[in-house]
């Protein structure tokens, strides 16, 4: 129980301190003994927030998830603008934002709302496709998101939304069909003026409140349900029903059949024409091109082009610790018939989806010592690939060509403290969902060694790509850079804003983000940072926070200011501490901070393996949020969450487009 004063304070100075707000301060108070108008208190907590149609103006603040005890909340009829709030104050019940100006997505925080009963987000600019949000809100009666801009398909989890008596989706751009909704109480269904498809569910057509004009809806009759489902067919449909259902169902079991013959095909020609050892035999794609390399250029089905002359120089090397940039295009999953330019085609909603789906889908596995030990030939020197302040990361190999990264521990962090134990380091990171965190595959905790199984990145980390780049390697394009940065932003700001309690990294660093098939940034290390802060953060030269040299004043701020040390490495292609460069230039942020605002010396300090190619707007949006993340006073540092948005208006600002860069990521945290 707690006054969240703070937050209000930055609401109403987000609201542009408004008169009719009686007794609202933008710095201080008492909201629960002095009755700040709107406010509702249940002894020193604040519980409910009724703003409704006073014409306010402004936003709505970014501190609104740290009012823990608030389940009522009424913004409604304003002119109210800007993005809904990642975090929202987690015991809501009642939410009406309706009659505003809000743009941006849905928060992802909404799915953590389990007491959640009605949602109200009509009449307002919401854009971008409805995310998996639905599994946990089986208490939600009534949600009205009409009259937005909302598209794509509804998604499957809204089958759990079991209490649901009132659906509004009206007045959108919604696609694909309905059936998601056949098995829900609803008694009030409006799905008008969009663009269903399909045909309408037969249990729906008995709603007494059922409006559905407005979309391309089939005619005819409907065609009989996936085996295994109730026919939703009205009785008395003949017995031409059966037989055609078995011939749908033949001819899919065939056709199932002969997709299995054909991949079990591919399989085996795989083994046979595959050497035993997938990494050390590989063959890397080189490309003596210095263009940048732009993988799929933050475009829904961009290419990347690849050279006839790029292809033929394909060679194993065998100092190669990762897979070089350019093995991207090689190790795509999706691909068009070879061309003579030999284009290769990514989509990102497709991979997103791949991508998302088999990370929160990952099982943590338990290792026996002697099998790491054979996967890593008993953890030699040749398989080192790795060493931090922690411990030293090992490549490990499966003769069937799978690799996977062996974190392993220095035993000096538990033998400091018995109580340590790494099944509980496991179970905190076990938790930890998210498209751009790295998941752990497994752990061994066996005679007294302690190791954590990764996945195993064949692009290798940030650092490599910007700092170890040899002749044959393409340098990033901006567009890439922009979008690590907005996907390890996404990262760093779901472990301190969604988990709960707030989980802090403390070694957030460019070998720290490992890049995949397709350079997407996936953040390492979480879950860590109780070794970390045995080492007083020990982050490396360029990276420590200038209050880190006291461990305990590490915080989130700490995270935010080595985040602006990557992002500044991402801006100039220069490491954070060089000492191979003139004094005054050696560490990164005492050089760059004073040129940061400076447009004619921006230019100079970007990477010059960008060749110039960089729209300028973009470029100096991309410095502002740098400049804010790098400031030396720790609360003048904004939130990761500002620093998500900041990167999204950049992207939209800068006229860059893809599906990388939408608000509707899916993850979790379970907790």
Same mark, same amino acid.
């Given at each position: 129980?707690f006054?969240?004063?703070?937050?209000?304070?930055?609401?109403?100075?987000?609201?542009?301190?408004?008169?009719?707000?009686?007794?609202?301060?933008?710095?201080?108070?008492?909201?629960?003994?002095?009755?700040?108008?709107g406010?509702?208190?249940?002894?020193?907590?604040?519980?409910?927030?009724?703003?409704?149609?006073?014409?306010?103006?402004?936003?709505?603040?970014?501190q609104?998830?740290?009012?823990?005890?608030?389940?009522?909340?009424?913004?409604?009829?304003?002119?109210l603008?800007?993005?809904?709030?990642?975090?929202?104050?987690?015991?809501?019940?009642?939410?009406?934002?309706?009659?505003?100006?809000?743009t941006?997505?849905?928060?992802?925080?909404?799915?953590?709302?389990?007491?959640?009963?009605?949602?109200?987000?009509y009449?307002?600019?919401?854009?971008?496709?409805?995310?998996?949000?639905?599994?946990?809100?089986?208490?939600?009666?009534?949600?009205?998101?009409?009259?937005?801009?909302?598209?794509?398909?509804?998604?499957?989890?809204?089958?759990?939304?079991?209490?649901?008596?009132?659906?509004h989706?009206?007045?959108?751009?919604?696609?694909?069909?309905?059936?998601?909704?056949?098995?829900?109480?609803?008694?009030?269904?409006?799905?008008?003026?969009?663009?269903?498809?399909?045909?309408?569910?037969?249990?729906?057509?008995?709603?007494?409140k059922?409006?559905?004009?407005?979309?391309?809806?089939?005619?005819?009759?409907?065609?009989?349900?996936?085996?295994?489902q109730?026919?939703?067919?009205?009785?008395?449909?003949?017995?031409?029903?059966?037989?055609?259902?078995?011939?749908?169902?033949?001819?899919?079991?065939?056709? !199932? *059949?002969l %997709?299995?013959? #054909?991949v079990?095909?591919?399989?085996?020609?795989? &083994? @046979?024409?595959?050497? $035993?050892?997938?990494?050390?035999?590989?063959?890397?794609?080189?490309?003596?091109?210095?263009?940048?390399?732009?993988?799929h250029?933050?475009?829904?089905?961009?290419?990347?082009?690849?050279d006839?002359?790029?292809?033929?120089?394909?060679?194993?090397?065998?100092?190669?610790?990762?897979?070089?940039k350019?093995?991207?295009?090689?190790?795509?999953?999706?691909h068009?018939?070879?061309?003579?330019?030999?284009?290769?085609?990514?989509?990102?909603?497709?991979?997103?989806?791949?991508?998302?789906?088999?990370?929160?889908?990952?099982?943590?596995s338990?290792?026996?010592?002697?099998?790491?030990?054979?996967?890593t030939?008993?953890?030699?020197t040749?398989?080192?690939?790795?060493?931090?302040?922690?411990?030293?990361?090992?490549?490990?190999?499966?003769?069937?060509?799978? !690799? *996977?990264? %062996?974190?392993? #521990?220095?035993?000096?962090?538990?033998?400091?403290? &018995? @109580?340590?134990?790494? $099944?509980?380091?496991?179970?905190?990171?076990?938790?930890?969902?998210?498209?751009?965190?790295?998941?752990?595959?497994?752990?061994?905790?066996?005679?007294?060694?302690n190791?954590?199984?990764?996945?195993?990145?064949?692009?290798?980390?940030?650092?490599?790509?910007?700092?170890?780049s040899?002749?044959?390697?393409?340098?990033?394009?901006?567009?890439?850079?922009?979008?690590?940065a907005?996907?390890?932003?996404?990262?760093?700001?779901?472990?301190?804003?969604?988990?709960?309690?707030?989980?802090?990294?403390?070694?957030?660093?460019?070998?720290?983000?490992?890049?995949?098939?397709?350079?997407?940034?996936?953040?390492?290390?979480?879950?860590?940072?109780?070794?970390?802060?045995?080492?007083?953060?020990?982050?490396?030269?360029?990276?420590?926070?200038?209050?880190?040299?006291?461990?305990?004043?590490?915080?989130?701020?700490?995270?935010?200011?080595?985040?602006?040390?990557?992002?500044?490495?991402?801006?100039?292609?220069?490491?954070?501490?060089?000492?191979?460069?003139?004094?005054k230039?050696?560490?990164l942020?005492?050089?760059?901070?004073?040129?940061?605002?400076?447009?004619?010396?921006?230019?100079?300090?970007?990477?010059?393996?960008?060749?110039?190619?960089?729209?300028?707007k973009?470029?100096?949006?991309?410095?502002?949020?740098?400049?804010?993340?790098?400031?030396?006073?720790?609360?003048?540092?904004?939130?990761m969450?500002?620093?998500?948005?900041?990167?999204?208006?950049?992207?939209k600002?800068?006229?860059?487009?893809?599906?990388d860069?939408?608000?509707?990521?899916?993850?979790?945290?379970?907790?």
């Open positions: 129980m006054v969240p004063v703070n937050a209000l304070n930055v609401m109403f100075s987000s609201m542009n301190n408004p008169s009719k707000l009686d007794g609202w301060k933008s710095s201080g108070g008492d909201p629960c003994g002095e009755s700040w108008r406010i509702k208190c249940s002894g020193q907590a604040v519980t409910e927030i009724d703003l409704n149609n006073l014409g306010l103006s402004g936003s709505m603040g970014y609104l998830g740290n009012m823990k005890d608030v389940t009522y909340f009424d913004l409604s009829m304003n002119n603008k800007g993005d809904i709030p990642f975090q929202l104050p987690q015991k809501l019940e009642y939410i009406d934002l309706s009659g505003n100006e809000l941006g997505g849905i928060p992802w925080s909404i799915a953590q709302m389990s007491q959640l009963k009605t949602l109200k987000l009449q307002n600019k919401l854009k971008g496709q409805l995310s998996e949000m639905f599994s946990q809100l089986s208490k939600l009666k009534e949600l009205d998101l009409s009259f937005n801009q909302l598209s794509g398909d509804l998604p499957h989890n809204m089958k759990d939304l079991s209490s649901l008596t009132v659906l989706l009206q007045n959108n751009q919604l696609t694909g069909s309905i059936d998601v909704l056949a098995s829900l109480p609803i008694d009030d269904l409006n799905v008008e003026n969009n663009r269903f498809t399909g045909w309408i569910p037969d249990e729906l057509k008995g709603i007494k059922l409006k559905t004009n407005g979309n391309s809806w089939s005619s005819g009759q409907a065609p009989p349900p996936p085996p295994g109730k026919s939703r067919r009205p009785s008395g449909s003949g017995n031409g029903y059966g037989v055609h259902s078995g011939i749908v169902i033949a001819a899919i079991v065939v056709g !199932v *059949l %997709v299995i013959g #054909i079990l095909g591919l399989i085996a020609k795989r &083994k @046979r024409s595959s050497p $035993s050892h997938f990494f050390d035999d590989e063959r890397i794609s080189r490309c003596s091109s210095s263009t940048p390399l732009h993988s250029e933050l475009r829904n089905d961009a290419h990347i082009q690849i006839k002359s790029f292809r033929e120089q394909m060679s194993f090397d065998s100092t190669d610790t990762f897979a070089k350019a093995s991207t295009a090689v190790h795509s999953k999706k068009k018939a070879p061309s003579e330019d030999y284009a290769i085609s990514f989509n990102d909603n497709e991979f997103t989806e791949q991508a998302n789906t088999k990370r929160n889908s990952t099982k943590v338990t290792y026996s010592l002697s099998e790491l030990q054979t996967l030939s008993n953890f030699a040749s398989r080192l690939i790795g060493e931090g302040s922690i411990g030293r990361v090992y490549k490990a190999k499966y003769s069937d060509g799978r !690799v *996977l990264a %062996v974190k392993k #521990i220095d035993s000096s962090f538990f033998q400091r403290d &018995k @109580r340590q134990m790494l $099944s509980d380091v496991v179970s905190e990171i076990s938790k930890l969902h998210h498209p751009n965190i790295a998941p752990l595959v497994g752990y061994s905790a066996e005679q007294g060694q190791m954590l199984v990764y996945e195993f990145y064949l692009n290798g980390s940030l650092h490599e790509f910007l700092h170890m040899d002749d044959f390697s393409k340098p990033l394009t901006w567009n890439t850079r922009v979008r690590i907005l996907g390890s932003a996404r990262a760093v700001e779901y472990l301190h804003e969604t988990c709960s309690p707030s989980c802090l990294h403390k070694n957030i660093k460019s070998s720290n983000i490992f890049l995949d098939i397709e350079l997407n940034p996936c953040l390492a290390d979480c879950g860590l940072a109780r070794f970390h802060q045995r080492t007083s953060q020990n982050l490396g030269n360029g990276y420590n926070a200038p209050e880190c040299t006291n461990p305990s004043a590490f915080t989130v701020k700490s995270d935010v200011y080595s985040f602006g040390v990557v992002m500044l490495e991402l801006l100039t292609g220069r490491k954070p501490y060089d000492s191979t460069r003139a004094k230039e050696q560490l942020v005492q050089w760059a901070s004073p040129q940061l605002h400076e447009i004619d010396a921006l230019d100079k300090m970007v990477d010059p393996a960008l060749c110039g190619l960089y729209p300028p973009s470029l100096s949006r991309f410095a502002d949020v740098i400049a804010r993340c790098i400031q030396s006073e720790p609360s003048f540092r904004p939130p969450s500002e620093v998500v948005q900041s990167l999204v208006r950049l992207v600002g800068s006229g860059l487009s893809g599906d860069f939408s608000s509707s990521h899916r993850y979790s945290f379970d907790f």
